[in-house]
């Protein structure tokens, strides 16, 4: 099984500042790694799949990077909307693992 | 527009069996591989089982193997999951999620419901 460990677990931005979130995954991979967000009382959302592509309609300021065991999400400019929780997980090897999740909070 | 209902949940005794469905609407559903996901309260995401848009193949987490069994029906657009010997970990909202093509494990799951509450007590 693929161990994915996020960090920070929380990260604490103030709006407009840029947020920096990390995937490490315990077997390198190409790039079959995807991001969801999730807001409280709300189910995920995709918003990233092959590590860096962008779901249609999710704002250009969401970019994910990385591959092997290393990836990324930044969010350039954080907007009120942005404070979540993120996942990431692979879909390279069964079973399907999800990191533990980063909770973006408003500094 | 594409769309997943779960239903199903409600509280069982541990030991018990319960039966959630996911009806989706919106897109050809035999084309797509299907999920389930759970997330315990407070916890994190828990990807339980997938079953390919054939429905001839199916995965799933260790956590459930044995005790959990997937399955769809394509003339009807929905998924179900079957739980038996139920225990307090499967407390959870469970997730029914729409894989990006029919086959695994090269999907990433691009639609989700909202999720339905499943608590196991006594």
């Known amino acids: 099984e693929i161990v994915m460990t996020q960090s920070p677990a929380t990260l604490s931005v103030s709006p407009g500042e840029r947020a920096t979130l990390s995937c490490r995954a315990s077997q390198s991979f190409s790039s079959n790694l995807a991001w969801y967000q999730q807001k409280l009382g709300q189910a995920p959302r995709l918003l990233i799949y092959?590590?860096?592509t962008r779901v249609t309609g999710i704002p250009a300021r969401f970019s994910g990077s990385g591959s092997g065991t290393e990836f990324t999400l930044t969010i350039s400019s954080l907007q009120s909307e942005d404070f979540a929780v993120y996942y990431c997980q692979q879909y390279n090897n069964w079973p399907y693992t999800f990191g533990q999740g980063t909770k973006l909070e408003i500094k | 527009e594409v769309q997943l209902l779960e239903s199903g949940g409600g509280l069982v005794q541990p030991g018990g069996s319960l039966r959630l469905s996911c009806a989706a609407s919106?897109?050809?559903?035999?084309?797509?591989?299907m999920n389930w996901v759970r997330q315990a309260p407070g916890k994190g995401l828990e990807w339980v089982s997938a079953?390919?848009?054939?429905?001839?193949?199916?995965n799933y987490a260790d956590s459930v193997k044995g005790r959990f069994t997937i399955s769809r029906d394509n003339s009807k657009n929905t998924l179900y999951l079957q739980m038996n010997s139920l225990r307090a970990e499967d407390t959870a909202v469970y997730y029914c999620?729409?894989?990006?093509?029919?086959?695994?494990?090269?999907?990433?799951?691009?639609?989700w419901g909202k999720g339905t509450t499943v608590t196991v007590s006594s």
């Open positions: 079953i390919s848009g054939s429905g001839g193949s199916k």
């Open positions: 919106g897109f050809t559903f035999s084309s797509y591989a």
């Open positions: 999620a729409k894989g990006s093509t029919a086959y695994g494990p090269y999907y990433y799951m691009d639609v």
């Open positions: 092959g590590a860096s």
